[in-house]
């Protein structure tokens, strides 16, 4: 179909803006419980699916769809297909196909499509990404290098200290008010609006001391944020990114440092020094046990040489492996019989 001439390029708005009306309802409803930034993905993604059923080459199909309807599993699996042909990764892949299915939901319960078509269309399966924690020794060095003492410096340093010792997720460390603070515990509120409190460790109850101490220097009076920037109102997530690589750069850490990284720290280091399984994932706020359990995989270097140190056999073999090195590089005339494991 060409969209060059004029009732071609009217037919072309139409079926744009009918399609948009819906998208721009559907997002509306979902900025009620969810953050900007699924917003905005979820926008982007719709985005890419509309311009494909709207494609001017659309050879495939007789005319231009004029509302949701038209989208069923054929299309879904086209539109797909030529995401990942263009070179889209697996793992946005996956996330524009999660957020189809949840438009797909809701134009289900709208009453506008009969069944979630979806749920018939398979993206490539994720790999299991490990976490990569910091080291802990390198991170207590890092945690323990001091600082110029401006109000900016004591800010970082407090939530450096709650990142790691409270295990928050970005959007909950910027989301703190005032009052979700008390002596030795810290309410949040994690995804999906659940609420969950944690303990505040000796640490970091002294870095936010002293915060609270130098707040008010860079506070707005009205403003309920625990952490605020040079503006005085409330402190951005890219903000927090931003200050953590300044941190790590200042700080001699020599690694790339985010957020996440530090709630990776948190759960595999306690982890391994508790074992409780459950009570990592109340601290971490996961749903299921399910997304825990990644931290218990260990890498397989680390696996092989903990069993070689350890298992009785692995070091008799370890042994038996060192003499026959031996004699492969030793004279003859200097093996004895007591060289011999037997």
Sequence with gaps: MSVTGDSDTREYI??????????????????????PATVSAYTQDLKSLTTFMLRPDRADEAVLPIDWQALDVPMLRRFLGAERSRGLAPRSMARRR??????????????????NPAGLVQTPRLPDHLPRPVDIDSLSRFLDCPHDG???????????????????????????????????????????????????????????????????????????????????KRLGQRGVQLRLVTQAKQRGL??????????????????????????VQELL????????????????????????????????????????????????????REDDPQ
């Design 14 to 35: 139409a079926a744009e803006q009918a399609l948009d009306a819906i998208c721009q309802q559907f997002l509306g409803w979902l900025a009620s419980d969810s953050s």
């Design 98 to 115: 999660a957020a189809i299915s949840r438009f797909c939901s809701w134009l289900v319960d709208q009453g506008i499509l009969a069944h």
């Design 150 to 232: 401006t109000p900016l410096a004591i800010r970082d340093q407090a939530m450096l200290e709650l990142l790691y010792g409270s295990g928050l997720r970005l959007s909950e460390l910027v989301s703190l008010d005032l009052d979700m603070l008390e002596t030795r515990r810290l309410r949040v509120r994690g995804k999906g609006d659940k609420p969950r409190q944690l303990p505040i460790g000796s640490r970091a109850r002294q870095a936010l001391d002293a915060w609270l101490m130098v707040r008010g220097q860079l506070a707005s009076p009205d403003e309920t944020a625990l952490f605020v920037g040079q503006q005085g």
């Design 285 to 336: 706020g996961h749903a299921h046990l399910s997304t825990t359990q990644i931290y218990t995989r260990l890498d397989w270097q680390q696996l092989a040489s903990a069993y070689d140190q350890a298992h009785p056999r692995a070091r008799r073999q370890r042994q038996t492996e060192t003499v026959t090195d031996a004699r492969l590089t030793t004279p003859a005339a200097f093996t004895s």
């Design 254 to 279: 020599p690694e790339h440092l985010h957020p996440h990284r530090l709630r990776h720290s948190f759960a595999s280091h306690l982890l391994e020094s508790s074992g409780d399984l459950r009570a």
